[in-house]
């Protein structure tokens, strides 16, 4: 199982960001991920111009945008910024895309939510014939190109990759078919990936294709002790989830019912305690997932900067040997 890095966001200052970035790879991480939203005062927009910015500091780990709000944006555009950030990394550039779910973001960009899914699906398609082909000429529902050619190429051959974060049926069937991974988001429980994972793998199948990729972001937070982790980390996680996930109606992710407390909250859905414990959960995602690349997010808002590193490099230090 591969590791992934989800770092800072959302501070007055990209450096730390890179910082830990650039501390991850040093850590034996394989990757690192930036996601994109609007509106927001605590996550960032325009994760291909941040991963541009990595890849200048950083020479082995794979850049990923988990995930990139597709249709939001022209695929002419992010074929050709994609192109870049594949190009300046030497070939390292994933592509992570999603339909969206935050209807302020689309209002922000004068589009309906409503379309969001054929605008994924006409601009995925589209995304990769604009990489594999030349004098392009499409006329569709959402995008008209005519006679286009994205230069210079990506490096990857014979595109990077494309991975989908998907939880309907509907999107779940569109990443076996237009993407190489299916990529979940850090808020779902373990019940609710697996039978996600199960449709995607069951999709694959459908089409006669091999499945990709199973990936998920996890919030991690790793102390000396659990009781020092709960206590550390547990009031700013149940803020972060009440603030950034449950907020919006979700067709898979449920809020568990009443009052939260941390204990009720991490069942399941994040990684918390002792490096013993955290290897043992992180070992079930896997067995009970077939996962197969593991994203991890230490910092959270209200956590302090010290105490996310500090979990980061105890991660690396006791974590990761013990998965590998």
């Known amino acids: 199982m591969k590791l992934g890095l989800s770092p800072l966001q959302g501070t007055d200052s990209f450096e730390e ?3 830990e970035c650039e501390r991850a790879e040093e850590a ?8 994109e939203h609007h509106n927001n005062p605590v996550l960032y927009p325009a994760p291909l111009l941040g991963l541009a910015a990595i890849a200048a500091r950083t020479r082995r780990v794979s850049l990923g945008t988990g995930v990139l709000l597709l249709p939001l944006y022209h695929p002419m555009c992010v074929a050709e910024e ?4 594949d190009m300046i990394s030497g070939g390292r550039l994933i592509l992570g895309v999603g339909a969206g779910y935050a209807p302020e973001e689309f209002a922000a960009f004068g589009l309906s939510v409503k379309q969001r899914g054929s605008r994924l699906d006409e601009g995925a398609a ?6 594999t082909e030349t004098h392009v000429t499409h006329d569709g529902r959402h995008f008209h190109i005519e006679d286009a050619t994205v230069g210079p190429r990506p490096v990857q051959r014979p595109a990077p990759p494309i991975w989908f974060g998907a939880w309907t049926a509907p999107a779940i069937e569109r990443a076996a078919r237009l993407g190489d991974a299916w990529l979940a988001g850090p808020s779902a429980a373990l019940s609710e990936l697996s039978a996600c994972a199960e449709a995607y793998r069951r999709a694959c199948s459908d089409l006669g294709k091999t499945p990709g990729e199973i ?14 982790a709960l206590a550390t980390a547990g009031d700013s996680f149940i803020q972060a989830y009440e603030n950034m996930y449950f907020r919006w109606p979700h067709p898979v992710i449920k809020r568990p019912a009443g009052d939260l407390t941390i204990e009720r909250l991490a069942e399941n859905r994040i990684i918390l305690g002792d490096p013993e414990t955290c290897a043992r959960e992180i070992a079930r995602f896997r067995r009970e997932l077939g996962l197969t690349h593991l994203i991890c997010r ?17 991660f690396a230090r ?6 590998r």
């Not at 956590?303 to 490099?313: K, T």
């Not at 006791?318 to 998965?323: D, F, G, S």
């Open 318 to 323: 006791e974590v990761m040997p013990a998965l």
């Open 126 to 131: 589209l995304l990769r014939r604009l990489w």
């Open 28 to 35: 034996g991480f394989d990757s690192v991920w930036l996601g």
């Open 17 to 19: 960001t890179i910082r």
């Open 215 to 228: 990936a998920a972001f996890r919030y991690i937070f790793v102390a000396d002790t659990t009781e020092q």
């Open 82 to 85: 994609g192109a870049m950030v």
């Open 298 to 314: 230490f910092s959270v808002p209200g956590i302090s900067r010290e105490a996310s590193m500090s979990s980061l490099d105890l």
